[in-house]
């Protein structure tokens, strides 16, 4: 099976600090989706990303996706109390499947 | 916005009761999924269903899990005969096209097992 990791696994930050959350896939990613899960709740849909290369902007989050599609990072800049949770990302696999990595926890500390 | 609703938020059952979660995907949407996440752990994809029937299942859904379209708005995960492993949450996403297009993601149900 396809699997994505993510790195690090949890992550904690003084509110104002800049991170980056990774995620890594064996195989070559022809979508790639970030979602924010808050503590026992649903899922939020943050980003899509597609081209090789891509890179997308909402408010203090960017995620790219690298050249060779294998690999997608997400940058959260300044960060907030309100970004934390954790966050995950997913890919579609052949047929209509739909897999999440492992997940990053992130904690800011105001 | 429309948001994809699924009821209830929490269920509990005795272990080897059936067990009915329910989830009214966005209306114009056309695949429809389910999720389970326990308690800890990572989501993991169950099952994906279009055209008024299953696309694929992972190895997790068994003989003991069906889905089902009863109507033009409900999609819903049975489980015959609830196990203790079967506690978890459970979330439902559907989303209009397959690839390209994000799912939207229900609340989920968070399913106790006594």
């Known amino acids: 099976s396809q699997e994505l990791e993510q790195s690090p696994q949890s992550l904690i930050v003084q509110e104002g600090k800049n991170l980056t959350i990774n995620c890594t896939s064996s195989?070559?990613?022809?979508?790639l989706y970030w979602y924010k899960q808050k503590y026992g709740e649903g899922l939020i849909f943050l980003m899509m990303?597609?081209?090789?290369?891509e890179e997308k902007s909402h408010e203090k989050i960017t995620a790219k996706l690298d050249e060779k599609k294998q690999q997608s990072s997400l940058h959260i800049t300044a960060s907030q109390p309100s970004h934390a949770g954790i966050y995950l990302c997913?890919?579609?696999?052949?047929?209509?499947?739909?897999?999440f990595g492992t997940g990053t926890s992130l904690t800011v500390i105001p | 916005e429309p948001e994809v609703t699924q009821t209830p938020s929490h269920q509990v059952t005795q272990m080897g009761q059936e067990v009915i979660l329910r989830c009214v995907p966005i209306?114009?949407?056309?695949?429809f999924y389910w999720y389970r996440q326990i308690l800890g752990q990572k989501v993991e994809f169950l099952v994906s269903?279009?055209?008024?029937?299953?696309?694929?299942k992972s190895e997790i859904f068994d003989d003991q899990f069906s889905v089902e379209r009863p109507d033009g708005s409900n999609f819903t995960l049975k489980i015959r005969s609830t196990k203790l492993e079967d506690s978890a949450m459970y979330f439902c996403a559907s989303r209009w096209r397959d690839g390209n297009q994000p799912q939207h993601f229900g609340d989920g149900t968070r399913l106790s097992i006594l």
């Open positions: 990303l597609q081209k090789g290369g």
């Open positions: 209306s114009n949407h056309l695949y």
């Open positions: 195989k070559t990613l022809y979508g």
């Open positions: 997913g890919a579609d696999r052949t047929g209509n499947q739909f897999y």
């Open positions: 269903f279009y055209n008024n029937e299953i696309s694929e």
